[in-house]
């Protein structure tokens, strides 16, 4: 079993932005898809961004222009990158990888735009 672990939340002011990493146990092979979803307190979780193995990639409506997700296969991570953070972005962030043998879930990272 896949094992995530993300990291790069913090705290940033609004305007600012921020790089989100998930790092996966092992090498990724075959076919794919990675995803960071995120979950605000009082709100439902929501899928933010996608990439498939190979290398399509989709945006909730509401993130789409300021982040942009990608991967690197050699290192064996899926990133997002998180530009024009507002107060309504503030979440944890979650990495997800669904492949053929099932869904692995990261812990999450606290990402939280204030002033």
């Known amino acids: 079993q896949v094992q995530l672990v993300e990291s790069g939340g913090g705290l940033v002011q609004p305007g600012g932005s921020l790089r989100l990493f998930c790092a996966a146990s092992e090498s990724l092979f075959g076919t794919y898809v990675m995803g960071w979803y995120r979950h605000a307190p009082g709100k439902q979780r929501e899928l933010v961004a996608t990439?498939?193995?190979?290398?399509?990639?989709n945006y909730a409506d509401s993130v789409k222009g300021r982040f942009t997700i990608s991967k690197n296969n050699a290192k064996n991570a899926v990133y997002l990158q998180m530009n024009s953070l507002n107060p309504k972005d503030t979440a944890i962030y979650y990495c997800?990888?669904?492949?053929?043998?099932?869904?692995?879930w990261g812990k999450g990272t606290q990402v939280t735009v204030s002033s």
């Open positions: 997800k990888m669904v492949y053929s043998i099932g869904v692995n």
């Open positions: 990439i498939t193995s190979g290398d399509s990639s």
